[in-house]
């Protein structure tokens, strides 16, 4: 008897682990976003590339407050969505700079790969490191590429899992910029 209630707890747990993976994460909602609540502050450093512009290490609270932010979850093993993704996002940095700051974490990664992939993809706009995810936890992050749009006032309107291409980019640009 005892050993069919430990056949029938496997069983559940492997069809709610299977049932688990077979959900979109786009389609996961993300609470920070549903209840617009304050993005989450954290300091991380800047890595070599952005050091001269940004300084050593980028404070989200110092940010916060002045334009809408574009804050992106990235890594360099992330293939083929973030490769997708990098040259939407720098082609809409380019396009906004000023009105909108775009953000990218690099998150457990290892540097030179992180360095390799900001150069393969010419990426200009600021790049932090993150390589044990700890923000991506803050954020309720279920993996890479997240995008999360912050407005001016540091509240989480929104949150897009995956790659992000450039109409989608848009629409959330549309109601975070004033």
Known sequence: MRAWLWVLLVL????????????????????????????PDFTLPVLPPYRAEWGEA???????GQQPIVLNFWASWCYPACYEEAPVLEAAWRAH????????????????????????????FPQVFDPRGRVGVDYGMYGVPETFFIDREGRVLARHAGAIDQATLEKYLKEVLP
Do not use: C, Y
């Not at 980028?58 to 916060?64: E, I, K």
């Open 12 to 39: 559940a747990l492997g069809g709610l682990f299977l049932w688990g993976m077979q959900r979109n994460p786009k389609e996961l909602p993300s609470v920070l976003a549903k209840e617009r609540r304050p993005a």
């Open 58 to 64: 980028f404070r989200l609270a110092d940010h916060l």
């Open 97 to 124: 700079r000023g009105r909108v700051l775009f953000l990218g974490v690099n998150t457990q990664d290892k540097e030179p790969e992180a360095l390799r992939f900001i150069a393969q993809f010419g990426l200009t």
